[in-house]
């Protein structure tokens, strides 16, 4: 190229790229998701904490198994899945499951931060079955699925359940259906987990993380019994 055509190159190229006067830079969702996570989804166990594991480990495991997704959708779902365990999109009839609720209250919340109107199918397929006892079918529904699930095993598993043990004296008037309501319980619910959550993992990299994150879990409830008597003295 003549050296004497570049400048007139470098100003063609700038004129193309640069937006239209008054033109707005399209939002950034994945921020506006977060910052609204964090301001809405606050809890030990199931707030946005949990959602930006489930999205970290969803990629790993995706990446392990060489399996492509969609990232935006991945996304959205994982930091969206538990809508309905807070106000004012909570559901608390039992006969109601909070992927069903959340899947179709996410909507709104979605595509008021700029997400893909296009995409909302996709995450709410993936909202809906992310618990270990339904079937995910699309790429990002089954590494959702499969990290929620994995976080309820290992370390992280043993320290949600804690986190929502009721405590103070005299009791709260109204218990939370979803809480523990003593350290007894508690160990129940994780020993449960032990044995419900294994069965429902679908993706071979999932699979292969679950035996070490049972024998995690396992050796602190053998520890804990061996410390309070059995468990008696909890």
Not at 67 to 73: F, K, M, Q, S
Not at 121 to 141: I, Q
Request: aromatic residues 6%; negative net charge.
């Amino acid at each position: 190229m003549n050296p004497r055509c570049k400048p007139l190159a470098v100003i063609i190229a700038a004129l193309v790229l640069s937006p239209p006067a008054g033109a707005q830079t399209p939002p950034d969702w994945r921020a506006g998701l977060v910052a609204f996570a964090k301001a809405h989804f606050r809890h030990p166990a199931w707030g946005w904490q949990h959602s930006r594991r489930d999205y970290d480990l969803a990629r790993d495991l995706a990446r392990a198994d060489h399996v492509a997704i969609d990232d935006d959708v991945l996304f959205a779902a994982a930091y969206a899945h538990d809508i309905a365990a807070f106000v004012p999109w909570e559901d608390k009839d039992p006969s109601h499951d909070h992927s069903d609720v959340g899947a179709d209250a996410l909507g709104p919340v979605l595509t008021g931060l700029g997400f893909p109107a296009a995409k909302l199918g996709a995450v709410r397929d993936a909202t809906r079955t992310h618990m270990y006892y339904r079937h995910a079918a699309s790429p990002e529904a089954v590494y959702l699925h499969d990290a929620d699930a994995l976080d309820w095993l290992g370390a992280i598993g043993v320290a949600r359940i804690l986190a929502t043990v009721e405590h103070g004296n005299p009791p709260p008037a109204t218990p939370d259906p979803d809480a523990a309501p003593d350290l007894t319980a508690a160990l129940a619910t994780i020993e449960q987990n032990l044995k419900d959550v294994p069965g429902g993992v679908q993706s071979p990299a999932a699979r292969a993380r679950v035996p070490a994150l049972v024998a995690e879990a396992q050796a602190f409830i053998d520890r804990l019994r061996a410390e309070s008597e059995g468990g008696g003295a909890l």
